[in-house]
């Protein structure tokens, strides 16, 4: 019981807590630039449309907290549908300018807004954020992710990747399906923003700068674009790096963009780009030949 209470101190559950919120956001981009191939720099814009309006329907309202987190992640949706109509005609480097032109946008509302605090900020938030409620969360949105992958959704997605005129000359509809991932890309950093606004308890338009946006991509990149492992791996060696290298905070982003660089020489798609995640499961458990034999006699029964 020691040896738990020196793991699962108060300073490893916020670490645990931090990377819980940063996966969750970091797959909602992962879905929006790795999977569909869209260059978003607008990511921290939705994380705090998400963090205000949870937070204001907590302290305006006292609506309880799981109302408080819908309405955040369904704010952020929505203005992912809005952007995602007028934006998402543009590709490459006019859209990466357009959404980070929309994140500077919603920051300067938010200092200008007298009901967000202006410049000060929003404070005291209510805590309801927690290590188990997060985590929960953390496996749903994976689960969702995969599920979206092996759809015929995903499919779709991934050939707007790959082409996206071969893919609306296939009669696939990729305006639609472009709005619809980022809207769930959207969604994801607002449920990201709304677990924040709760765990920090307070909120400033700083925190959701251009920085932050570049900081949630770089954990896709680091991970592997479009790997949803990679991304997991990606957020956890990003929001534990910067801890692990306290020791020496003068020279901490000296180390931090030696490791990026090194990673890039070494593995330019990311730690897990690449890799199919479930064949490697497979082969590793010795299931891919159970699996194949299974298929086998699937067709010898003719079924």
């Known amino acids: 019981m020691r040896s ?4 699962f101190n ?7 807590i931090s990377i819980g919120i940063y996966i969750i956001m970091a797959l909602g981009l992962n879905l929006i630039t790795g ?13 705090s449309i998400g963090a205000y309006a949870s937070a204001l329907v907590s302290m305006q309202t006292g609506l309880p907290f799981g109302l408080a987190l819908l309405s955040g992640a369904l704010a952020a949706g929505i203005f992912g549908i809005i952007l995602g109509f007028p934006t998402l005609r543009l590709s490459g480097d006019y859209l990466a300018v357009a959404t980070l032109g929309f994140g500077e946008i919603v920051r300067v509302v938010l ?9 000060l900020g929003l404070s005291p938030i209510p805590t309801k954020t927690n290590v188990w409620l997060t985590w929960i969360l ?18 779709a997605l991934l050939a707007i990747r790959e082409d996206e005129i071969a893919a609306e000359a296939m009669g696939i509809h990729t305006t639609r399906y472009k709005i619809m991932a980022f809207a769930i890309g ?21 925190d959701f700068g251009f920085m932050k946006s570049i900081e949630i991509l770089n954990m896709v990149v680091l991970g592997g674009m479009g790997s949803i492992p990679g991304t997991v791996l990606g957020a956890v060696v990003l929001t534990v790096a910067p801890e692990t ?18 990673m890039m020489i070494f593995r330019p798609n990311g730690l897990l780009g690449g890799v199919n995640f479930t064949r490697l499961v497979l082969k590793t458990f010795k299931l891919d030949r159970v699996r194949g034999k299974a298929a086998v006699a699937h067709r010898v029964r003719g079924e």
């Open 186 to 206: 959207a969604i994801c950093a607002g449920l990201g923003g709304a677990l924040y606004a709760h765990f920090i308890t307070y909120i400033n338009p700083i």
């Open 111 to 119: 200092v200008n807004m007298e009901i967000t605090g202006g410049a």
């Open 245 to 262: 290298l306290r020791f020496v905070d003068q020279y901490r982003m000296l180390f931090y963009g030696a490791m990026l660089v090194m």
């Open 35 to 47: 999977v569909t191939g869209q260059l978003s720099l607008g990511h921290a814009a939705f994380m």
């Open 138 to 155: 953390v496996m749903v949105v994976v689960l969702a992710m995969y599920r979206i992958e092996n759809s015929r959704f995903g499919r």
């Open 10 to 16: 108060d300073y490893n559950l916020r670490i645990l």
């Open 4 to 7: 738990l209470d020196l793991i």
